[in-house]
């Protein structure tokens, strides 16, 4: 089975710190993609990756960049935390008529 | 532009009662549909889906979905619910090669 690891299940930071969300996949998928989850409105597409180097903005990519630099880990990066990104941020990968394998998500509180 | 509808947001039955999840699409090709389930504190966990073929799709846990396209429906069932089935389930749409879009979610509740 593909595995889907995100490094933090919980994670606590200061306004205005810079944060880094890890998400590393334990197989060969080309697809990687970042979603942030709050309550009453689903998940959300932050950024996705089709390939190496490669991103794509989703519907809310304000406040937000990601780097993939290896095929395997795709890292999400809040330049300057803030309130209003508390949240509980889920890495997927596979993607089309596969559908998406999971990781465990990591729950951001930004105090 | 693809969109899901899910239309409770919370459904609460007794145990061993049908459950019956509703979950709407607006796609403007013939899409990809699944459903996930969410227990508290985890990720996603892909419960069904339908890509071609045969419309009622069987998925894990006694679950099943039918693929509607007359009424751009996939809702999901299961004869008789387990306590072990309270959740937040979400419905999915795809079709581009790789993106989905979600519905909002509906937690489901049940009653010993």
């Known amino acids: 089975d593909v595995k889907v690891t995100q490094s933090s299940r919980y994670l606590v930071k200061r306004t205005g710190e810079k944060v880094f969300l890890e998400c590393v996949q334990d197989m060969d998928h080309e697809n990687m993609f970042w979603y942030r989850q709050d309550p009453g409105l689903g998940l959300r597409l932050i950024y996705f990756s089709y390939d190496v180097k490669m991103k794509e903005k989703g519907d809310i990519p304000e406040g937000y960049s990601v780097s993939r630099e290896k095929k395997e880990r795709f890292s999400l990066i809040l330049e300057s935390a803030s309130t209003n990104q508390t949240s509980m941020y889920l890495c997927?990968?596979?993607?089309?008529?596969?559908?998406?394998?999971f990781g465990s998500g990591t729950r951001l509180t930004v105090v | 532009a693809q969109s899901v509808t899910q239309l409770g947001s919370h459904v609460s039955v007794s145990e061993g009662a049908l459950v019956l999840l509703r979950c709407n699409y607006s796609?403007?090709?013939?899409?990809?549909l699944f459903w996930y389930v969410q227990y508290p504190n985890q990720g996603l966990q892909l419960l069904l889906k339908?890509?071609?073929?045969?419309?009622l799709v069987k998925g894990i846990n006694g679950f099943e979905a039918e693929f509607k396209k007359s009424e751009t429906s996939f809702h999901l069932t299961k004869p008789s619910a387990h306590m072990s089935d309270a959740a937040e389930y979400f419905c999915a749409v795809s079709e581009d090669a790789g993106k989905s879009t979600f519905g909002d979610g509906t937690t489901l509740t049940v009653k010993p």
């Open positions: 796609s403007s090709v013939p899409p990809y």
């Open positions: 339908y890509t071609t073929g045969a419309t």
């Open positions: 997927a990968t596979g993607g089309g008529y596969y559908g998406y394998t």
